[in-house]
């Protein structure tokens, strides 16, 4: 890939994408991205968008259905964001989501040591960001939701509302290799651009 003029927040926000998407990308970059190499591309599927005009500037398999990985996360946290109108309201650490996800020996933020404790939602959006935490993901499924199967079909509805025609969410942790989406419909979620204001809301 040859990237010159390149913007740098942008690159950066890319980049923490697909550390996240791991096997299928979709990239968007602004106009100033002026020449695209794709003869080491080696992930399954790629998307490049130009997000200045949304033109398509390059495509491989990208309606092909992928793994999401930890980019589930993001869907969990924006979903928390609609959702809990105070950020510093607080959030009783329960048992079950936290036995949910120590039956699956996940990484977590530690919230599992604080059973019976309350922190802000702020605190547990953080713990689903920065250290990747299962358990915090979990724990905003049960606030939000009620139950995890109500958090995922909720999760569903608003991939639908954003036009993804092919991504299905089961849980709000990104474990199962059942939660899916195509490089054409992370584009429609706008991933990158989403992660990057969230980040911004929640300083």
């Known amino acids: 890939m040859i990237l010159k003029k390149y913007?740098?927040?942008?690159?950066?926000?890319i980049i923490l994408v697909l550390v996240m998407m791991f096997t299928?990308?979709?990239?968007?970059?602004?106009?100033e991205v002026v020449a695209f190499d794709d003869s080491n591309v080696l992930t399954d599927t790629l998307l490049l968008v130009d997000t200045d005009s949304g033109q398509v500037l390059y495509s491989k398999?990208?309606?092909?259905?992928?793994?999401m990985a930890s980019t589930v996360k993001?869907?969990?946290?924006?979903?928390?964001?609609?959702?809990?109108?105070?950020l510093d309201e607080k959030?009783?650490?329960?048992?079950e989501p936290i036995n949910d996800i120590m039956n699956m020996g996940a990484a977590t933020a530690g919230f599992e040591n604080h059973v019976g404790e309350s922190f802000s939602a702020r605190d547990i959006i953080h713990g689903v960001?920065?250290?990747?935490g299962c358990e915090a993901a979990q724990i905003l499924s049960y606030y939000v939701?009620?139950?995890?199967?109500?958090?995922?079909?909720m999760m569903n509805e608003k991939a639908q509302e954003l036009g993804c025609k092919d991504t299905y969410f089961l849980e709000g942790?990104?474990?199962?290799?059942?939660?899916?989406?195509?490089?054409?419909?992370?584009?429609?979620?706008?991933?990158?651009?989403?992660?990057?204001?969230?980040?911004?809301?929640?300083?």
């Open 7 to 13: 913007n740098v927040s942008r690159v950066v926000a």
């Open 24 to 31: 299928s990308a979709c990239i968007s970059v602004s106009a």
């Open 74 to 86: 993001i869907m969990t946290c924006i979903l928390a964001l609609e959702n809990i109108s105070d």
């Open 173 to 203: 942790h990104g474990l199962s290799d059942e939660n899916y989406t195509t490089a054409n419909d992370a584009e429609q979620l706008d991933i990158f651009e989403r992660y990057v204001k969230f980040l911004n809301s929640i300083d």
């Open 91 to 95: 959030i009783k650490i329960t048992k």
């Open 145 to 153: 939701g009620g139950t995890p199967e109500n958090f995922a079909k």
């Open 61 to 67: 398999n990208s309606d092909l259905k992928r793994p």
């Open 129 to 132: 960001l920065l250290p990747s």
